[in-house]
């Protein structure tokens, strides 16, 4: 094992260890909980080598990034999850390599990812992108600088849920699979992560109603992962806690 692997290695069973704990914390079976790992940034070897210690599920946040790094990558079992602001000229490369859209906030990129699925012959997964920052009843936000999975913060209002929702049921080639979420950095949830994520699950909840199998619900990060998992969260998204701090690209 390279010292690479071996860092890997600790860091994700340390990142385990935390799940774990978090789900016992809160009554709940480890395996309700999946874990993806954040691979922005980092090279196609140590997404190789995640593959090696058993990760499934990985994530990107730039197509120009993530598209030759899934290329290079294509023969592992790898789920790929795109999680950041996604321009509607990217989607052609996107459909290409992703199972998941995490991102998803607005009616026209719905209708430009329907078409390049079916394009494609693929179903491309689906989650709406919620800002919690935002007016309960606006439109979607516009992106802010700063944070976020993609460097900026897009999403939709609660209040636009429904609507996004059932453009994305209706839509050939997607799958409405749940919700998602980055603790907001303003607004009455700003600093209150678990207040956060508890009203992602109610809005889940309110979405299941409509839609039963869309019961994914893809919040936490590294900081903030065992209030994520408390309040309900299906799918952590953790990235320094697993593979460390490099320098951001471009």
Known sequence: ???RSAEIAANLAKVE?????????AGRKREEVTLIVVTKTYP????????????RHVAENR??????????????????HFVGQLQTNKVRSVVGYAGV???????????????????????????????LDAAESAGPAAPAPGGGPGGERGGVAPGGIEE????????????????MTVAPLAGEYAGRQRAAFERLMDLSTDLRRAHPAANMVS????ADLEQAVAAGATHVRVGTAVLGVRPRLG
């Open 1 to 3: 094992m390279t010292d």
């Open 101 to 131: 859209v995490q991102s998803v906030d607005r009616s026209r990129l719905v209708t430009a990812l329907s078409k390049e699925a079916v394009r494609a012959g693929r179903e491309v997964g689906c989650l709406i992108q919620v800002a």
């Open 63 to 80: 197509d120009q990034d993530a598209a030759p790094k899934a290329a290079a990558c294509s023969d592992l079992p790898l789920v790929w």
């Open 17 to 25: 260890e935390r799940i774990a704990a978090a789900c016992a914390a």
């Open 44 to 55: 196609a070897s140590d997404v190789r080598i995640l593959s090696e210690l058993g990760v």
């Open 164 to 179: 996004l929702a059932a453009v994305v049921a209706g839509a050939p080639g997607l799958r409405l699979d749940g919700l």
């Open 219 to 222: 919040a936490g990060m590294s």
